[in-house]
């Protein structure tokens, strides 16, 4: 167990997502694969080995604290692995057709986490593995949506100068953890394939959604994406106690309408939303409800969870 202590990213927040999967039907109606943890070499796309060798022995260690934010417990890295084998496994099953669509209800986060090191409560960058993983299938183009209050730093650090995974990240500004400026547009080839949307903190839900729907609709327009990888945190609520904008858990139902509907009309609807932040025990459950009942609104079957 990644026992975070008095953390805001705490255990309670996986165990009350739980309990919602099950109250609202969601585990009797999608398909629950078995849990596998991720592979060294899997990490190793995007995680260098000397950071893979210290969190290791962080974690063996029970070390505690290991950067500002960042709490290690002796179980942390077999719940990292467990969350970076799920993104895997559900990029290979949508990337093969198995299924369409998954949601992977996994902690800690990992937007923030570079290739060298954890940042902000991340360990492992779930999102930018699964993109690797997906290269590695042979896609060319994976277009990754953040639509966490923070800024995805260690996602875009990945990708900065590779053209072939697009990014879009609509995030509070000027806030944690300060990059995400309207400017940064990647590097080299890559440049254009990268796009921020900072927004002040009296943002509207309804201008937020607009602003991240029509960008990222102009961007897939343009890049046309093999697969769409979501970023999914729900930390822009109004009452989270680390981030809040002004989103409703309803905001989160449209949300997930519009990203599904975004998919297959660019990439035969194969979407992986994994989870990312989202503070608030009570509110946070209720958001990926809202968020669930948006993708899967009118699929009869067979979506992954
Ligand atoms: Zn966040």
Redesign the pocket.
């Known amino acids: 167990m990644h026992d975070t202590g008095s953390h805001p990213e705490c255990v309670a927040r996986i165990l009350r997502v739980n309990e919602m999967l099950h109250r609202s039907g969601w585990v009797e109606r999608c398909k629950t694969p078995e849990w596998k943890l991720a592979t060294r070499e899997e990490c190793l796309r995007n995680h260098s080995p000397d950071y893979l060798d210290k969190l290791q022995s962080w974690c063996k260690d029970d070390a505690g604290r290991i950067e500002v934010d960042t709490v290690v417990s002796a179980g942390s890295w077999q719940a990292a692995s467990y969350g970076a084998g799920a993104v895997c496994d559900a990029v290979r099953r949508v990337v093969a057709g198995e299924d369409k669509t998954a949601f992977c209800a996994i902690r800690p986060?990992g937007?923030h986490a570079m290739p060298q090191s954890a940042m902000?409560f991340c360990l492992l960058n779930n999102v930018a593995i699964s993109a690797l993983t997906a290269r590695s299938l042979g896609l060319d183009r994976v277009l990754i949506v953040d639509w966490?209050?923070?800024h995805g730093n260690g996602t875009q650090a990945t990708f900065w100068e590779d053209p072939s995974v697009a990014f879009i990240s609509i995030h509070r500004f000027p806030f944690y953890p300060g990059t995400g400026k309207e400017e940064e547009t990647g590097a080299g080839k890559a440049i254009g394939t990268k796009v921020n949307l900072p927004v002040p903190a009296s943002t509207t839900a309804k201008d937020f959604l607009a602003k991240l729907m029509q960008s990222t609709e102009k961007l897939a327009s343009s890049f046309k994406p093999q697969l769409i990888l979501l970023s999914a945190?729900f930390?822009a609520h109004r009452a989270d106690p680390?981030?809040g904008l002004s989103l409703e858990a309803e905001d989160y139902e449209s949300a997930g309408k519009w990203i599904r509907q975004l998919a297959q009309s660019t990439c035969e609807g194969k979407l992986v939303s994994i989870l990312?932040?989202?503070y608030h025990l009570t509110h946070m459950p209720e958001c990926v409800d809202a968020h669930l009942r948006g993708i899967y609104a009118g699929e009869q079957k067979d979506p992954s969870v």
């Open positions: 986060p937007h902000g966490d209050v923070h945190g930390d680390v981030g990312e932040g989202g």
